[in-house]
């Protein structure tokens, strides 16, 4: 099955900029996608397409994607972006089509 | 707005069965597909099931592939998930998603319905 690779934890000072890399076998062919979760809250989807936003998501966030990593970039990181991250693709398991989500990174604001 | 709300969640035995639904509004609910998704305590996300807007195409993560259906009602706009043969490991918050048009992710989440199987 196709595996997602996020760091556990990744720590920021306010003001700078967030990177929280996704790594998968040639995952720059694939759609990618990034969801925020705040504890006790149900997920947020922040980026799809690699790049897109939805409507509502600051211009801060912003993703990309080649060769064997995705990026999901915070910039200017404020305290209310401190949450667990988790980035997402449609695969392959055995002969059907399955949702893969990463593991998860938890984003601390210093 | 887009609203999803589950429901059906609660403690079960080993071997028992649920069955979880979700109610949406907001959106013509038979143009999307649906999935479910879950999160054991203190871990990550974990996509369950899929199921497409006119219920004729259903995906299965490989750990519930003949325990769980998933189905939908599209003239009730209910989403269902029928949970047999539970195991302690099936224990989770699942959410409910709404897949985003034209792309394969999920821009809306229910708030969730928490399963607990244990004895």
């Known amino acids: 099955s196709y595996v997602l690779t996020q760091p556990p934890s990744v720590s920021v000072a306010p003001g700078q900029t967030a990177r929280i890399t996704c790594g998968g076998n040639n995952i720059g062919s694939k759609s990618v996608h990034w969801y925020q979760q705040k504890p006790g809250q149900a997920p947020v989807l922040v980026v799809y397409d690699d790049s897109d936003r939805p409507s509502g998501i600051p211009e801060r966030f912003s993703g990309s994607n080649s060769g064997n990593t995705a990026t999901l970039t915070i910039s200017r990181v404020e305290a209310g972006d401190e949450a667990d991250y988790y980035c997402?693709?449609?695969?392959?398991?055995?002969?059907?089509?399955?949702?893969?989500f990463g593991g998860g990174t938890q984003l601390t604001i210093l | 707005e887009v609203h999803l709300l589950e429901s059906g969640g609660g403690l079960v035995q080993p071997g028992g069965s649920l069955r979880l639904s979700c109610v949406a509004s907001?959106?013509?609910?038979?143009?999307?597909?649906m999935s479910w998704v879950r999160q054991a305590p203190g871990q990550g996300l974990e996509w369950v099931s899929a199921v497409s807007g006119g219920a004729g195409t259903t995906y299965y993560i490989d750990s519930v592939k003949g325990r769980f259906t998933i189905s939908r009602d599209n003239s009730k706009n209910t989403l269902y998930l029928q949970m047999n043969g539970l195991r302690a490991e099936d224990t989770a918050i699942y959410y409910c998603?709404?897949?985003?048009?034209?792309?394969?992710?999920?821009?809306?989440w229910g708030q969730g319905t928490l399963v607990t199987v244990s004895s």
């Open positions: 997402q693709v449609w695969g392959s398991s055995s002969d059907h089509l399955t949702a893969v």
């Open positions: 907001g959106f013509n609910f038979n143009s999307y597909a």
């Open positions: 998603a709404k897949d985003r048009s034209g792309a394969s992710c999920y821009d809306y």
